[in-house]
Protein backbone atom coordinates (compact mmCIF):
# COMPACT_ATOMS: atom_id res chain seq x y z
CA UNK A 1 0.00 0.00 0.00
CA UNK A 2 1.50 2.97 -1.16
CA UNK A 3 2.62 5.35 2.13
CA UNK A 4 0.74 8.98 2.51
CA UNK A 5 2.63 11.84 2.57
CA UNK A 6 0.36 15.30 3.04
CA UNK A 7 2.24 18.55 0.71
CA UNK A 8 1.67 20.48 3.92
CA UNK A 9 -0.06 20.01 7.58
CA UNK A 10 -1.83 23.25 9.32
CA UNK A 11 -1.90 22.58 13.12
CA UNK A 12 -3.69 25.11 15.27
CA UNK A 13 -1.54 26.76 18.06
CA UNK A 14 -3.67 25.29 20.77
CA UNK A 15 -2.54 21.80 19.04
CA UNK A 16 0.78 22.03 19.59
CA UNK A 17 1.60 20.23 22.79
CA UNK A 18 -1.14 17.00 21.67
CA UNK A 19 0.73 13.59 21.47
CA UNK A 20 -1.05 13.81 17.45
CA UNK A 21 1.19 16.36 16.82
CA UNK A 22 4.38 14.83 18.36
CA UNK A 23 3.76 12.28 16.08
CA UNK A 24 3.00 14.01 12.77
CA UNK A 25 6.47 15.53 13.11
CA UNK A 26 8.21 12.68 13.60
CA UNK A 27 6.64 10.86 10.63
CA UNK A 28 6.98 13.80 8.02
CA UNK A 29 10.39 15.50 9.05
CA UNK A 30 10.44 17.14 5.49
CA UNK A 31 7.12 18.34 5.23
CA UNK A 32 5.94 21.52 5.94
CA UNK A 33 4.16 22.43 8.66
CA UNK A 34 2.22 26.03 9.21
CA UNK A 35 1.85 26.96 12.46
CA UNK A 36 -1.62 28.95 12.80
CA UNK A 37 -3.85 31.23 15.22
CA UNK A 38 -6.66 31.07 13.20
CA UNK A 39 -7.53 27.38 11.34
CA UNK A 40 -10.93 28.58 10.04
CA UNK A 41 -9.46 31.55 8.13
CA UNK A 42 -6.45 28.77 6.51
CA UNK A 43 -9.42 26.56 6.11
CA UNK A 44 -11.10 29.12 3.73
CA UNK A 45 -8.26 30.03 2.24
CA UNK A 46 -6.61 26.78 0.50
CA UNK A 47 -7.77 27.87 -3.04
CA UNK A 48 -10.64 25.67 -4.66
CA UNK A 49 -9.38 23.56 -7.20
CA UNK A 50 -10.48 21.87 -10.54
CA UNK A 51 -10.82 18.97 -8.30
CA UNK A 52 -11.27 19.98 -4.57
CA UNK A 53 -12.56 16.79 -3.11
CA UNK A 54 -9.80 15.26 -4.61
CA UNK A 55 -7.11 18.15 -3.77
CA UNK A 56 -8.41 18.05 -0.37
CA UNK A 57 -6.54 15.07 0.45
CA UNK A 58 -3.12 16.62 0.17
CA UNK A 59 -3.39 18.79 3.11
CA UNK A 60 -3.89 17.52 6.57
CA UNK A 61 -5.12 20.38 9.15
CA UNK A 62 -4.26 19.32 13.17
CA UNK A 63 -6.60 21.07 15.20
CA UNK A 64 -8.85 20.90 18.77
CA UNK A 65 -12.45 19.55 18.05
CA UNK A 66 -14.78 21.90 19.63
CA UNK A 67 -17.94 20.40 19.30
CA UNK A 68 -19.02 16.44 20.65
CA UNK A 69 -17.18 13.28 19.30
CA UNK A 70 -19.41 10.70 19.90
CA UNK A 71 -22.71 10.07 17.82
CA UNK A 72 -25.37 8.22 17.13
CA UNK A 73 -24.83 6.43 13.82
CA UNK A 74 -27.32 8.22 11.15
CA UNK A 75 -28.03 5.45 9.45
CA UNK A 76 -30.80 5.60 6.51
CA UNK A 77 -34.04 7.06 6.65
CA UNK A 78 -36.87 4.00 6.67
CA UNK A 79 -33.60 1.61 6.74
CA UNK A 80 -33.42 -1.22 9.58
CA UNK A 81 -30.77 0.32 11.94
CA UNK A 82 -28.22 -1.88 14.22
CA UNK A 83 -28.03 0.93 17.08
CA UNK A 84 -24.71 2.14 16.26
CA UNK A 85 -22.55 5.29 17.48
CA UNK A 86 -19.92 6.99 16.11
CA UNK A 87 -16.40 8.66 17.19
CA UNK A 88 -15.32 11.26 14.87
CA UNK A 89 -11.45 11.77 15.35
CA UNK A 90 -10.81 12.79 11.84
CA UNK A 91 -12.43 13.39 8.57
CA UNK A 92 -12.00 12.74 5.15
CA UNK A 93 -9.64 9.75 4.13
CA UNK A 94 -6.53 9.57 2.24
CA UNK A 95 -7.44 6.93 0.16
CA UNK A 96 -9.73 7.07 -2.74
CA UNK A 97 -12.80 5.06 -4.08
CA UNK A 98 -15.15 5.77 -6.42
CA UNK A 99 -18.21 5.18 -4.79
CA UNK A 100 -17.36 7.25 -1.42
CA UNK A 101 -20.33 8.76 0.22
CA UNK A 102 -17.77 11.27 1.36
CA UNK A 103 -17.67 12.97 -2.41
CA UNK A 104 -20.82 14.57 -1.34
CA UNK A 105 -21.03 14.41 2.18
CA UNK A 106 -17.01 16.68 2.53
CA UNK A 107 -17.46 17.75 -0.72
CA UNK A 108 -16.50 21.18 -0.17
CA UNK A 109 -13.71 20.12 2.32
CA UNK A 110 -10.06 21.55 1.06
CA UNK A 111 -8.21 19.23 3.50
CA UNK A 112 -7.97 16.21 5.65
CA UNK A 113 -8.87 17.54 9.23
CA UNK A 114 -7.68 15.14 12.43
CA UNK A 115 -8.34 16.51 15.85
CA UNK A 116 -5.94 16.79 18.49
CA UNK A 117 -7.59 16.74 21.70
CA UNK A 118 -8.11 12.73 22.31
CA UNK A 119 -8.25 13.35 26.14
CA UNK A 120 -11.48 15.50 25.39
CA UNK A 121 -12.80 12.06 23.35
CA UNK A 122 -11.95 9.72 26.26
CA UNK A 123 -13.55 11.32 28.88
CA UNK A 124 -16.78 12.26 26.80
CA UNK A 125 -16.82 7.78 25.97
CA UNK A 126 -16.32 8.08 29.52
CA UNK A 127 -19.12 9.62 30.89
CA UNK A 128 -21.05 8.03 28.54
CA UNK A 129 -20.51 4.56 29.18
CA UNK A 130 -20.04 4.98 32.91
CA UNK A 131 -23.79 6.47 33.53
CA UNK A 132 -25.44 3.59 30.66
CA UNK A 133 -23.29 0.64 32.18
CA UNK A 134 -26.07 -1.71 31.50
CA UNK A 135 -26.32 -0.81 28.21
CA UNK A 136 -23.80 -2.30 25.61
CA UNK A 137 -22.16 -0.12 23.30
CA UNK A 138 -20.91 -0.69 19.17
CA UNK A 139 -19.04 2.43 18.57
CA UNK A 140 -16.86 3.02 15.64
CA UNK A 141 -14.69 5.46 14.21
CA UNK A 142 -14.76 5.11 10.16
CA UNK A 143 -17.78 6.98 9.40
CA UNK A 144 -16.45 9.84 7.57
CA UNK A 145 -12.62 9.07 7.53
CA UNK A 146 -10.91 5.63 7.57
CA UNK A 147 -10.27 4.08 10.86
CA UNK A 148 -6.49 3.11 10.37
CA UNK A 149 -5.61 4.56 7.00
CA UNK A 150 -3.57 7.39 9.08
CA UNK A 151 -2.69 5.25 11.89
CA UNK A 152 0.98 5.04 11.18
CA UNK A 153 1.33 9.02 11.26
CA UNK A 154 -1.08 9.94 14.17
CA UNK A 155 -0.80 6.76 16.55
CA UNK A 156 -4.15 7.28 17.56
CA UNK A 157 -5.08 3.67 18.37
CA UNK A 158 -2.74 3.81 21.39
CA UNK A 159 -4.08 6.83 22.97
CA UNK A 160 -7.21 5.13 22.86
CA UNK A 161 -7.39 1.42 22.83
CA UNK A 162 -5.72 1.18 26.72
CA UNK A 163 -9.34 2.73 27.54
CA UNK A 164 -11.81 1.05 25.35
CA UNK A 165 -9.87 -2.27 26.54
CA UNK A 166 -10.94 -1.48 30.25
CA UNK A 167 -14.36 -0.57 29.49
CA UNK A 168 -17.04 -3.73 30.39
CA UNK A 169 -19.44 -2.47 28.20
CA UNK A 170 -18.46 -1.60 24.87
CA UNK A 171 -16.83 -2.92 21.38
CA UNK A 172 -14.81 -0.48 19.82
CA UNK A 173 -14.73 -1.30 15.72
CA UNK A 174 -12.10 0.44 13.95
CA UNK A 175 -13.07 0.06 9.92
CA UNK A 176 -10.66 0.24 7.47
CA UNK A 177 -9.47 -0.46 3.97
CA UNK A 178 -5.73 -0.28 4.78
CA UNK A 179 -3.41 -2.45 6.36
CA UNK A 180 -1.81 -0.25 8.77
CA UNK A 181 -2.01 -2.14 11.56
CA UNK A 182 1.28 -2.03 13.68
CA UNK A 183 0.47 0.17 16.17
CA UNK A 184 -2.69 -2.00 17.29
CA UNK A 185 0.09 -5.43 17.97
CA UNK A 186 1.17 -4.82 21.10
CA UNK A 187 -1.73 -3.55 23.13
CA UNK A 188 -4.05 -5.89 24.56
CA UNK A 189 -7.80 -5.18 23.15
CA UNK A 190 -8.93 -7.55 26.27
CA UNK A 191 -12.27 -8.50 23.61
CA UNK A 192 -13.00 -5.10 23.60
CA UNK A 193 -11.82 -3.91 19.93
CA UNK A 194 -13.08 -5.60 16.63
CA UNK A 195 -10.83 -4.43 13.64
CA UNK A 196 -13.00 -4.66 10.46
CA UNK A 197 -11.96 -4.81 6.91
CA UNK A 198 -14.66 -4.04 3.83
CA UNK A 199 -13.84 -6.29 1.86
CA UNK A 200 -14.21 -6.45 -2.41
CA UNK A 201 -12.64 -8.81 -4.86
CA UNK A 202 -9.89 -7.77 -6.61
CA UNK A 203 -11.03 -6.17 -9.44
CA UNK A 204 -13.05 -3.64 -7.72
CA UNK A 205 -10.46 -3.09 -5.42
CA UNK A 206 -8.44 -2.59 -8.19
CA UNK A 207 -10.62 -0.67 -10.62
CA UNK A 208 -12.48 1.22 -7.68
CA UNK A 209 -10.83 1.43 -4.50
CA UNK A 210 -8.05 4.08 -5.14
CA UNK A 211 -4.99 3.69 -2.86
CA UNK A 212 -5.93 1.57 -0.69
CA UNK A 213 -4.59 -1.88 0.33
CA UNK A 214 -4.86 -4.92 -1.81
CA UNK A 215 -7.05 -7.67 -0.85
CA UNK A 216 -4.14 -9.98 0.01
CA UNK A 217 -2.57 -6.84 2.15
CA UNK A 218 -6.12 -6.88 4.04
CA UNK A 219 -6.31 -10.61 4.40
CA UNK A 220 -2.75 -10.62 6.03
CA UNK A 221 -3.51 -7.67 8.21
CA UNK A 222 -6.94 -9.14 9.55
CA UNK A 223 -4.67 -12.09 10.18
CA UNK A 224 -1.73 -10.67 12.02
CA UNK A 225 -4.59 -9.07 14.19
CA UNK A 226 -6.26 -11.95 15.20
CA UNK A 227 -3.23 -13.23 15.85
CA UNK A 228 -2.68 -10.53 18.51
CA UNK A 229 -5.80 -10.91 19.92
CA UNK A 230 -8.29 -8.91 18.01
CA UNK A 231 -11.66 -9.94 17.41
CA UNK A 232 -12.20 -9.29 13.36
CA UNK A 233 -15.24 -7.85 11.19
CA UNK A 234 -15.84 -8.04 7.67
CA UNK A 235 -18.22 -5.63 5.61
CA UNK A 236 -18.91 -6.96 2.38
CA UNK A 237 -19.93 -3.27 1.65
CA UNK A 238 -20.81 -2.02 -1.37
CA UNK A 239 -21.09 -4.89 -2.85
CA UNK A 240 -20.84 -5.01 -7.01
CA UNK A 241 -22.87 -6.52 -9.31
CA UNK A 242 -20.83 -7.38 -12.52
CA UNK A 243 -20.49 -10.60 -15.05
CA UNK A 244 -18.77 -12.70 -12.81
CA UNK A 245 -19.82 -11.64 -9.68
CA UNK A 246 -20.28 -14.63 -8.30
CA UNK A 247 -17.21 -16.56 -8.89
CA UNK A 248 -15.18 -13.36 -7.63
CA UNK A 249 -17.75 -13.11 -4.32
CA UNK A 250 -17.48 -16.71 -3.94
CA UNK A 251 -13.76 -16.98 -3.98
CA UNK A 252 -13.27 -14.25 -1.54
CA UNK A 253 -14.82 -15.57 1.07
CA UNK A 254 -13.13 -18.75 0.80
CA UNK A 255 -9.98 -16.82 0.16
CA UNK A 256 -10.85 -14.87 3.60
CA UNK A 257 -11.60 -18.04 5.70
CA UNK A 258 -8.96 -19.56 4.81
CA UNK A 259 -6.66 -17.14 6.18
CA UNK A 260 -8.40 -16.04 9.64
CA UNK A 261 -10.40 -18.53 12.03
CA UNK A 262 -14.09 -17.38 11.82
CA UNK A 263 -14.85 -18.78 15.91
CA UNK A 264 -12.95 -14.81 16.37
CA UNK A 265 -14.78 -13.17 14.19
CA UNK A 266 -17.74 -11.16 15.91
CA UNK A 267 -20.26 -10.11 12.84
CA UNK A 268 -20.22 -10.06 9.01
CA UNK A 269 -22.44 -7.20 7.21
CA UNK A 270 -23.16 -7.26 3.66
CA UNK A 271 -24.70 -4.10 1.57
CA UNK A 272 -25.27 -3.26 -1.76
CA UNK A 273 -23.85 -0.13 -3.78
CA UNK A 274 -25.60 3.08 -3.31
CA UNK A 275 -25.58 6.19 -4.46
CA UNK A 276 -27.82 9.56 -3.90
CA UNK A 277 -28.29 11.65 -7.00
CA UNK A 278 -25.42 14.50 -5.98
CA UNK A 279 -23.06 11.25 -5.27
CA UNK A 280 -23.45 10.15 -8.71
CA UNK A 281 -23.16 13.39 -10.16
CA UNK A 282 -19.41 13.34 -8.07
CA UNK A 283 -18.51 10.24 -9.26
CA UNK A 284 -19.42 10.80 -12.67
CA UNK A 285 -17.22 13.89 -12.66
CA UNK A 286 -14.23 12.95 -10.46
CA UNK A 287 -13.95 8.94 -12.27
CA UNK A 288 -15.97 9.30 -15.54
CA UNK A 289 -14.64 5.76 -16.60
CA UNK A 290 -16.20 3.49 -13.72
CA UNK A 291 -18.74 0.84 -14.41
CA UNK A 292 -20.47 1.63 -10.77
CA UNK A 293 -22.23 5.04 -12.29
CA UNK A 294 -23.72 2.68 -15.34
CA UNK A 295 -26.27 -0.33 -15.15
CA UNK A 296 -29.88 0.23 -14.17
CA UNK A 297 -30.62 1.20 -10.30
CA UNK A 298 -34.12 2.25 -8.17
CA UNK A 299 -34.45 5.33 -5.96
CA UNK A 300 -35.71 3.87 -3.20
CA UNK A 301 -37.37 5.92 -0.37
CA UNK A 302 -34.36 6.80 1.46
CA UNK A 303 -33.39 8.60 -1.75
CA UNK A 304 -30.81 6.56 -2.46
CA UNK A 305 -30.02 4.57 -6.05
CA UNK A 306 -29.73 0.60 -5.44
CA UNK A 307 -30.43 -2.38 -7.32
CA UNK A 308 -33.68 -3.86 -8.09
CA UNK A 309 -35.14 -5.45 -4.75
CA UNK A 310 -35.23 -8.77 -6.51
CA UNK A 311 -31.92 -8.16 -7.90
CA UNK A 312 -30.25 -7.47 -4.08
CA UNK A 313 -32.40 -10.07 -2.34
CA UNK A 314 -30.59 -12.74 -4.90
CA UNK A 315 -27.50 -11.57 -4.53
CA UNK A 316 -27.50 -11.37 -0.44
CA UNK A 317 -29.24 -14.82 -0.53
CA UNK A 318 -25.45 -16.13 -2.46
CA UNK A 319 -23.34 -14.32 0.09
CA UNK A 320 -25.12 -15.83 3.42
CA UNK A 321 -24.72 -18.99 2.31
CA UNK A 322 -21.66 -19.26 1.06
CA UNK A 323 -20.39 -17.23 4.60
CA UNK A 324 -22.60 -19.77 6.31
CA UNK A 325 -20.05 -22.59 4.95
CA UNK A 326 -17.26 -20.70 6.25
CA UNK A 327 -18.41 -19.18 9.04
CA UNK A 328 -21.79 -20.92 10.44
CA UNK A 329 -22.62 -19.07 13.63
CA UNK A 330 -20.89 -15.45 13.10
CA UNK A 331 -23.89 -12.88 13.15
CA UNK A 332 -24.51 -11.33 9.30
CA UNK A 333 -26.53 -8.65 9.08
CA UNK A 334 -27.65 -6.06 6.05
CA UNK A 335 -26.51 -2.25 6.35
CA UNK A 336 -29.15 0.34 5.07
CA UNK A 337 -31.79 -2.11 3.92
CA UNK A 338 -35.56 -2.51 4.55
CA UNK A 339 -37.75 -4.46 6.65
CA UNK A 340 -38.86 -6.54 3.20
CA UNK A 341 -35.64 -7.35 2.47
CA UNK A 342 -34.45 -8.58 5.40
CA UNK A 343 -37.30 -11.02 5.66
CA UNK A 344 -36.81 -12.45 2.34
CA UNK A 345 -32.86 -12.53 3.03
CA UNK A 346 -33.24 -14.01 6.30
CA UNK A 347 -36.84 -14.89 6.92
CA UNK A 348 -37.33 -12.30 10.10
CA UNK A 349 -36.85 -8.84 10.64
CA UNK A 350 -34.84 -7.53 13.73
CA UNK A 351 -38.02 -6.26 16.13
CA UNK A 352 -36.05 -3.33 16.70
CA UNK A 353 -32.58 -1.54 16.63
CA UNK A 354 -31.51 -2.60 20.27
CA UNK A 355 -32.57 -6.10 19.67
CA UNK A 356 -30.21 -6.00 16.25
CA UNK A 357 -27.42 -4.37 18.00
CA UNK A 358 -27.78 -6.61 21.15
CA UNK A 359 -27.41 -9.86 18.66
CA UNK A 360 -24.36 -8.29 17.34
CA UNK A 361 -23.01 -7.89 20.85
CA UNK A 362 -23.91 -11.38 22.13
CA UNK A 363 -20.53 -12.97 22.26
S1 LIG B 1 -11.62 3.93 2.31
FE1 LIG B 1 -13.71 4.53 2.90
S2 LIG B 1 -13.53 6.67 3.56
FE2 LIG B 1 -11.70 6.17 2.38
S3 LIG B 1 -12.13 6.80 0.27
FE3 LIG B 1 -12.68 4.61 0.46
S4 LIG B 1 -14.87 4.60 1.00
FE4 LIG B 1 -14.10 6.68 1.38
New binding site residues.
Given amino acids: MKAFKPERVVFAADAESSRIFFNLRRAFPDVPFERVDDVQTRWHELKPQADQFGGGKKSLFLTRHKGEFLKKCPGSSGQVCCNYFVINFASN?P???S????QEYLAENPALKVFSNVDDLIDEADQLLSSHRRFFFRIGT?EI??SL?LEPYIGFCPEVIPFFADQPNVLLELKT?SDRVDTLLDLDPKERVVVSW?MNPESVVAAD?QL?ASLEERIQAARRCQEAGYQLGFHFDPMIEYPGWEEDYRDLVERIFAAVDSRRVAWLSLGVLRQTPALRRAMRKRFPATRLSTGEQVLCPDGKFRYFQALRVGMYRKMVAWLRRSAPITPIYLCMESSEVWQQVFGFVPACEKELGATLTAL
Avoid at 99 to 102: F, M, R, S, W
Fill in positions: CMDCYCYLGTDAKSET
